[in-house]
C-alpha cells in the first residue's frame, strides 16, 4: 500500500535495520520504545490489523518470527500486544505485534 508507512519499512523504501526479517515478515525497534526492549513484529504484506486477516497464516508466520526473535535475543519474560482500533490504541494501520520487555510490565495494561 503506497501510503503506508510499514509497507515502505517492509520493502525497504525506508532504510531500516531488521531485527529479524525472512520473505513474510520483518521486525525492527519501535521509534519510541516504551521498554527497553521494544520491536514491532510486521508481515510484508498489507493488512490493516487483527481485524482484517483473512488467512490465518499470517499470525503463523508472526508468532514464528517472535519466537526465533525471543529465543535468539535470550528473552524469557515479555509482553505481546496488538492493538486493534484507534479506540483500542492502533495508529499505524497495518497490522504489527509489539513485543515488550526489559522492565516489569504491569497488569491490568492502561
Ligand atoms: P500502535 O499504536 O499502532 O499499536 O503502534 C504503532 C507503533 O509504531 C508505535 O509504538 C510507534 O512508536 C511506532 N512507529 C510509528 N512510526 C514508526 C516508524 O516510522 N518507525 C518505527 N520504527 N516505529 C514507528
Ligand atoms: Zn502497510
Given at each position: 500500500m503506497t501510503d503506508c508507512i510499514f509497507c515502505k519499512i517492509a520493502n525497504h523504501e525506508i532504510p531500516t535495520t531488521p531485527v529479524f526479517e525472512n520473505d513474510k515478515v520483518i521486525a525492527f525497534n519501535d521509534?519510541?520504545?516504551?521498554?527497553p526492549t521494544h520491536i514491532l513484529v510486521i508481515p510484508k504484506q498489507h493488512v490493516a490489523s487483527v481485524s482484517d486477516v483473512k488467512d490465518l497464516s499470517v499470525m503463523q508466520d508472526l508468532f514464528d518470527a517472535i519466537q526465533q526473535i525471543t529465543t535468539k535475543n535470550n528473552i524469557k519474560d515479555f509482553r505481546t500486544v496488538i492493538n486493534t482500533g484507534s479506540g483500542a490504541g492502533?495508529?499505524?494501520f497495518h497490522l504489527h505485534i509489539h513485543i515488550l520487555a526489559g522492565r516489569p510490565l504491569l497488569w491490568p495494561p492502561g
Open positions: 521509534l519510541n520504545p516504551q521498554a492502533q495508529t499505524v
